[in-house]
């Protein structure tokens, strides 16, 4: 079992940056891709950025290549997710995610979710 639990959300000027963390607990942490999705009101959850176990291959949606890192220090159990150039349009909740794969990720699946945490970005 892995427990998530996201941090780092909150109200920002769009143009400003946030930095998501997600704290994990739970066995092998360090076996796990992470990932990072997002679900904006009234549409669907979408796929954000996946990492795998050792932080070499990482993924982050097309849309938001150039402006959206993921990271992940496997010594605090912690993946982040630095947002620049924040876009009304990047209002949503973001989760975080767990899984044996990042193929799982990238295609839109997790074993294991977090609770999620608010970014509101003001236009």
């Known amino acids: 079992q892995v427990q998530l639990v996201e941090s780092g959300g909150g109200l920002v000027q769009a143009g400003g940056s946030l930095r998501l963390v997600c704290a994990a607990s739970?066995?092998?942490?360090?076996?796990?891709?992470m990932g990072w999705f997002r679900q904006a009101l009234g549409k669907e959850r979408e796929f954000v950025a996946a990492?795998?176990?050792?932080?070499?291959?990482?993924a982050v949606a097309n849309s938001l290549k150039g402006r959206f890192t993921i990271s992940r220090d496997n010594s605090k159990n912690t993946i982040y997710l630095q947002m620049n150039s924040l876009k009304h349009e990047d209002t949503a909740v973001y989760y975080c995610?767990?899984?044996?794969?990042?193929?799982?990720?990238?295609?839109?699946?997790?074993?294991?979710w977090g609770q999620g945490t608010q970014v509101t970005v003001s236009s």
């Open positions: 739970g066995r092998s942490f360090s076996s796990y891709a």
């Open positions: 990492i795998d176990w050792g932080g070499s291959k990482t």
């Open positions: 995610a767990a899984s044996m794969s990042i193929f799982m990720i990238v295609s839109g699946e997790s074993d294991y």
